[in-house]
């Protein structure tokens, strides 16, 4: 057993909440999936779930929360630690820490779930020694958080990488080729998360054919995204992840569509021969999320 502190980690999805218990990404002593209903019913469940672990396994120093935003990450705020303008209905101002504070009395680390994967994947992951670095998710919605000078990109709010403006995909065979974020005429997220995905080609993103023409878009509207990002942040490399990335043949398209974006205009190493190590799928498969609760929870207690 290492000594490392017992941490309680929750990484709180639109879906699901997934919670777990543990030292490190080599000592997790069991984890739990909680279904994300409203956030009274929710929440106790996750601190229900706890408390048992508490008994199981002797008390916890810390917990960290990773979840889905926006959130609201400055300390000084009376709003600290709360969901805010989330569209999820019934999710609009949940004060998410409050509630295991008063129930645990431990210190809380919160943040969002794509920084917390982030900060796992920089610690023990795909993007060890790689500052700065982004993970994006593509998934159920599209996000991203950035590892920079040695901390999680914070700011007057967070980073919301799902909804960086691109230009539509061109040529596009798709039924319903309108961005469908509620929000924006033509964003990321409103291309390329699954369930617009689904509506633009009528059929869930797992069913397409490796050979369908929605790769191909999906890789364009990905590309443009990461371009921005590679103008804006100089990342020294940026991590795929989420359900729908886990198409083997997406990240390949999208480190060509990158160079060919850019067009000659950077030419370091990253966007030539070393491409294959500047976009890359995520170190630690689908538990970045929970992992860098972990690490927010032990971060909480320095
Ligand atoms: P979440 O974003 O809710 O945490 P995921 O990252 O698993 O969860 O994303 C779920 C979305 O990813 C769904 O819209 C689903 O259609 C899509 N998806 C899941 N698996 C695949 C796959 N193998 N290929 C393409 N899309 C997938
Ligand atoms: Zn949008």
């Known amino acids: 057993m290492s000594t490392q502190p017992l941490i309680a980690a929750i990484e709180g999805g639109g879906t699901k909440f997934v919670c777990g218990l543990g030292r490190g990404p080599d000592e997790m002593l069991a984890t739990h999936r909680v279904e994300t209903t409203t956030p009274d019913e929710t929440l ?161 993103a797992e069913m397409l054919p490796v050979d369908h023409p929605a790769w191909e878009e999906i890789a364009d509207v990905m590309a443009h995204a990461l371009m921005n990002l590679t103008l804006t942040l100089s990342p020294k490399r940026i991590i795929l992840g989420g359900g729908v990335m886990a198409q083997p043949q997406l990240i390949p398209r999208i480190r060509g569509k990158l160079i060919s974006h850019l067009n000659g205009y950077l030419l370091i190493p990253q966007l030539q021969r070393e491409i294959e190590q500047y976009i890359v799928p995520p170190g630690l498969g689908s538990h970045s999320g929970l992992l860098g609760s972990l690490a927010l929870g032990r971060m909480a207690l320095q």
């Open 44 to 204: 106790d469940l996750v601190c229900d779930w706890l408390s048992q672990m508490k008994h199981q396994h002797g008390p916890f120093e810390a917990i960290g929360v990773g979840t889905f935003g926006p959130v609201d990450l400055d300390p000084q705020s009376e709003t600290y630690g709360y969901i805010t303008s989330t569209p999820k209905p019934g999710w609009q101002q949940t004060d998410v820490i409050t509630p295991l504070k008063d129930r645990f009395k431990v210190p809380v680390g919160f943040d969002t779930d794509v920084n917390a994967a982030a900060l796992a994947e920089f610690l023990w992951g795909a993007g060890q020694g790689m500052d700065p670095l982004i993970y994006i998710t593509v998934g159920t919605g599209v996000g991203g958080g950035v590892w920079v000078n040695g901390q999680l990109l914070h700011g007057a709010l967070h980073p919301e990488i799902g909804h960086l403006a691109v230009p539509p995909p061109l040529n596009s065979l798709a039924v319903n080729p309108d961005c469908q974020c509620p929000f924006h005429k033509s964003c990321v997220e409103g291309y390329v998360c699954g369930p617009a995905i689904a509506k633009r080609w009528g059929v869930r």
